[in-house]
Structures are given as C-alpha cells and as structure tokens.
C-alpha cells in the first residue's frame, strides 16, 4: 500500500537510536569483535585520493592570512570564483552574484545543518507543526538541522520503486502547507541516483505554490562515470527563489580536510542566512579560501579524481556482476547492496567485519523506521569505494566470497 509522507511522518525524538551518528553505532556494533583478515574500511566516506598539487604551494604563499579574522561572507575572489564555476558547470537562468548570492560554508555539513534555521526564519510561520521533509535513507545533519530549528523531520522512503529519490506525488497537501524546508541529495547518499531536470521543476514547482525552501545537497555532483548530473539551480527562475544548491571541495577535489563549500541561490534567504552565521558559525580561514578559489579555477585534477573512481566502479561492474541487486550508481562512491536474502544488514555487516576484514554499513543505520515499521535502508548495506583500485579490488572479492 502506498503511503503518505505525512501518515509515515515519525514523531521527532532525539532519544531514539536512530538519531544517533550511524558511525558511532558501527564503532560499537563491531567493536566486541576481531576480523581475520587484515581490516579494509568501506565504511566511511571520506576521499583517499592524493590530494591536488597545488593545494601546499597556495597555502604556503598566503600562510600570513592566518593571522586575521576571516569575513563570514567569504572573501571577494573566492565568491567570484564559485559563481563563474557554477556558471560554467551548469545551465543557469544566470550568473548569480557573487556577492549577494553566493556565501563561503565551512563545508556543506556547517551549512545544511543551519540552514534549517535560516529557512525556518525565511519562510516563518506554518499552518500547524513546521516540518522539514528530507529523503530516508539521509544524511544524519539533515535530521539535526530540523530539530535545531524546532521543526518536525518528515522523513519520505527512497526505494527501488520510486527510483531511490523521494515520491514527490506521495506528499499530501497538509504536509506540504507546514513545510518549512524540502532537504533533497542529488546525487544521492548512499544510492547515487540523480533527479532529473523534471524533477527539480516539479520539486520548485511545489516550493512556490505552499513557500518552503530547497536545500539542495550536490556535493556528489562532480564525481559521476557517465552523465554529469544537474543542479536545482538550473530550473530554479530567473531569480533563484526558494532554491539554494550546497557545494563542498571534499569530494569534488579529494579535501574532505579543507572544510571549504558554499552555498548558493535565493538572495534573500542567502543574506538571512549570512546573518545568521555572523553570531552562530566559525568564519572560514582566508588561507583555505584561497586554496579554495584556485581548485574551482581548475578542472584538470577534478578529472583524475573521477577517473579513478571510474576504475573503481569498473571492478564493482565486474567482481559483484548483478549480485545483491547491483547497480553502478548514477553519481557518487557509494554502492547500495541489497542482501537481505543472505540476512538482515546488521548481521551481514558484522560476518563482512569479521570473515573477510570489511568493514561496511549496515543501511537501517542511515535510515530512520517510520511509523508503519518499515525502515527503507534495512537489508542494504553500504560501500564507499574510497580506497585505492588495488585495495577495492581485494575487498569486493572478499565481500563476494563472504557472501556467496
């Protein structure tokens, strides 16, 4: 039976396990346990490509930058650098302007979490309970940030079915009307898929007709094998209303460390949001901006970083074949495997840890039991292929081995 966002909404509870780091869960699942193999880590997200040449050499040439407080805003170059690549990347109505339009995050994390609070500030009050909807799985930031800004998380299934990205005809209208804030991962986390050009109009379409924000994470954007995915901002208006796109350099450029993305769109909510973290973010240091500028001036090093993902999704093409439900995602690192015909994912994780050394998450740890029971990320469990070609090679073997 098909279900409504709204009779599927849980209540939001910070003491459920659930609302917990699914890493912190891991660490403790696996830690009574010893693998007997030398340990691989899928687990989590984090680039292990080598970091871009230049990165040392801009530093050190504007080491001395240290020594000052940064702006909030971020600093003009770095503004006008992040505008002239997203104009460059996507299909925009226009180029947005750097200096209104544009705002320096530390990281995407910083800045999807208190976005909530600015989006909840932008749209002001709901009919009823505010919410913020988001994709289930989801990134956990997406669940704090709701509660942070004292809004109900609606959590919508993404599954098979609805092609791994939230039904958007699955929403009732009361839901829509005390929406605060549409969270959307395209490409998505962990399932790589992509939302179409359609999609972001039919998503916009809804933000325009009951008033809530779009904050839509891409920082997957730039690691894709095949189709370049696009941007909300692309089908967004002439003037970027109730949109705004959150960019990062950590997978884009392999700097998960550098903590430098921004966000970009609605001129409003951008400025409502800069006000906001003027009392309630860490600026970010003007050395790391200028590393920043330099790597959105350059795509060369953004290339080889997804041609060795491409590699890596090749052996995942050949070693797992069409076990487990694979299939090479649209975009990002991760890959999605159903095997729930061998057990349920928090048992298949612990064998993978201490059978064969992977270490995986289980999907019910990235996704939250709605009210009905049903968890869409039970009986998946999820790789991140970070590692080198050699080392993947060897734990997607072992993983097939393991597992039949």
Known sequence: ????????????????????????????????????????????????????????????????????????????????????WLSSRFRLPRPLDPKSEILVLNGSREGLFLAAIAAARYVGPRPGKPAILMPNPFYPVYGAGALAAACEPVYLPTTVENGFLPDLDAIDETTLARTVAFYLASPANPQGSVASRDYFTRLKGLADRYGFMILSDECYSEIYTREAPGSALECAGADFTRVAAFQSLSKRSNLPGLRVGFAAGDKTFIGMFLELRNIAAPQVPVPLQHVATFAYGDEAHVEENRRLYRIKFDLADQIIGNRYGYRRPDAGFCVWLNTSEIGDDVSVTLKLFKEAGVRVVPGSFLARQQPDGFNPGAGYIRLALVQDSETTAQALHRLVETLG
Do not use: C, W
Not at 12 to 27: H, I, K, M, Q
Not at 31 to 48: D, F, R, T, W, Y
Not at 54 to 80: E, S
């Open 1 to 84: 039976m098909v279900m409504t966002a709204s009779s599927r909404a849980p209540q939001a509870s910070g003491s459920s396990s659930n609302a917990r780091s699914p890493f912190v869960r891991l660490n403790e699942l696996l830690a009574p346990h010893q693998p007997s193999k030398p340990l691989i880590s899928l687990a989590v997200g984090e680039p292990q490509h080598p970091v871009p040449d230049f990165v040392g050499p801009v530093l050190a040439k504007h080491i001395a930058d240290f020594g000052r407080y940064p702006m909030n805003q971020g600093t003009d170059p770095f503004r006008q650098a992040a505008s002239a």
